[in-house]
């Protein structure tokens, strides 16, 4: 299932800045930089995907290479969290509309088990890293991303 706005290939463009070990574009497209993707691997953190990215990056006379995470969605927001009102999905791109709850849950039973890093199935544009993924973060002061403890149920 795509989401809307899907587009395939590399992200191509021009880039300028500092880019730190994360880098947020826009709320769902994440870039990482190759050594901190490499650091993370190498501490044992599951599932992450770097993919290539075509950025000319200006103003650096050795810019980092900058690969775009691929987050696949896994995982679903908890019943309880999904108003009782909601319309069904749409027919063309699977979307259910409704806004994210102020205080969300993730259902445990829908979580997978092989990934330190994913999207909300029903929520796409949430990220879910694990306390695995957080502390590798964290032990290896790696910037650019904050954290929010999710409940489950």
Known sequence: ELPPGALFGP??????GNFGPFTAQGSSMWLIRRDSLESLQAEGIRGLLGCPTELRIRQ?????ELLELQLEPHGQLHPDCIPPDVLPRCEMCGRRGF??????????????????????GNFATVIVGTERFMHAVQRLELS???FHEL???
Do not use: C, E, M, Q
């Open 11 to 16: 992200l191509v463009g021009t880039a300028s």
């Open 99 to 120: 806004s994210f709850p102020d205080a969300p849950i993730l259902d445990a039973s829908s979580l997978p088990s092989d990934l330190d890093l994913f999207r909300v």
């Open 144 to 146: 650019g991303i904050v």
């Open 151 to 153: 409940p489950t149920r």
């Open 60 to 64: 650096k006379k050795n810019p980092p």
